[in-house]
Each structure stands twice: as structure tokens, then as C-alpha cells.
């Protein structure tokens, strides 16, 4: 997490991504009979297995992608792609930050709908469908990527 760009952290349960997957799925149950849904690895994985069940859909395939790495420093690395245009596809993933993900993926499958769970300004024009829209500052913590520890009184923390 960059101390220059992140000057908030929104935390998400495990109870919280389920429950917004599920608004993200009535969202889309309704759009279209999609014929398979291809989670964005890895920070699209949970969120497509839980859409994948909410929606009946038993064609789940992964697209992998890299860009939150130190030595990647924001380059987009595809290390998996899919073949095809998209047509009745979804793709998920479970943030939209600048959208340099999306826009790979997109051009990848350019017919497929994208749709992601949380959505920052600067992606939220890549994206088809999301649920909550949080500040491009914020640092999203996604409970995959956390741990429980003790936590210091906010009067200790000054």
C-alpha cells in the first residue's frame, strides 16, 4: 500500500463481501442468461465463486492478470488470457481502482460484461456493473489479505 496515493482503509468482512457479491448478483441475474463467468485472479476469485452460485452457473473459467506488485510498480502483466470475444460472458472482479486492469481485460474480451463489486472514480468508466463506489484514496482490505490482530486504543495511537 502506497503511503502517497492511500490515506484511508476501508476493511471488508468476509460476511461483507459475501453480502455485497449478492447485491452484485441481483444486479445482474436479470441482464442477460450468461453463459459463463471469468473471474480476474486473483482478487476476483472469491467474489466469482459466490456470483457463480447465486447465479447458476457452473462455467467459471479465470483471466490472470498482474499489477499490484512491488517490482511491477503498475505495469499490467497478463500471465493468463481467454479466447474468445465475450459474447454472454461475465467477467468479475472485486474492485475497479485506475481501470488499467479492466481496460486489458476488455480488449481481451471485448463483448463480455464486467462487472466488479467495489468501484473507485478513476475505473468506474471500465466497469458495467459494481455495487459501492469508495474515494480514489481509499485502500480497499479485503479479508483474503488480512489478518486478526490486536489493535491498539485510538487515544494510544497519536
Known sequence: MSSERYH??????????????KALAWRLVGLAKWERIIGIARGGL???????RELNIRLVDTVCVSSYTIRNQGEISVLKEIRG???????IDDLVDTGKTARVVR???????F???????EGRP???TFITEVSQDTWILFPWDAETSYAKPIAEQQ
Request: hydrophobic content about 45%; some cysteine; charged content about 20%.
Open 107 to 113: 480488449e481481451m474480451l471485448p463483448k463480455a460484461h
Open 46 to 52: 472469491v467474489p466469482a465463486a459466490i456470483i457463480a
Open 85 to 91: 470475444d465475450g459474447e454472454g460472458w461475465l467477467i
Open 8 to 21: 484511508k482503509t476501508y476493511p471488508i468482512s468476509w460476511e461483507q463481501i459475501h453480502r455485497d457479491c
Open 126 to 128: 471500465f466497469v458495467d
Open 115 to 121: 462487472a466488479a463489486v467495489y468501484a473507485k472514480p
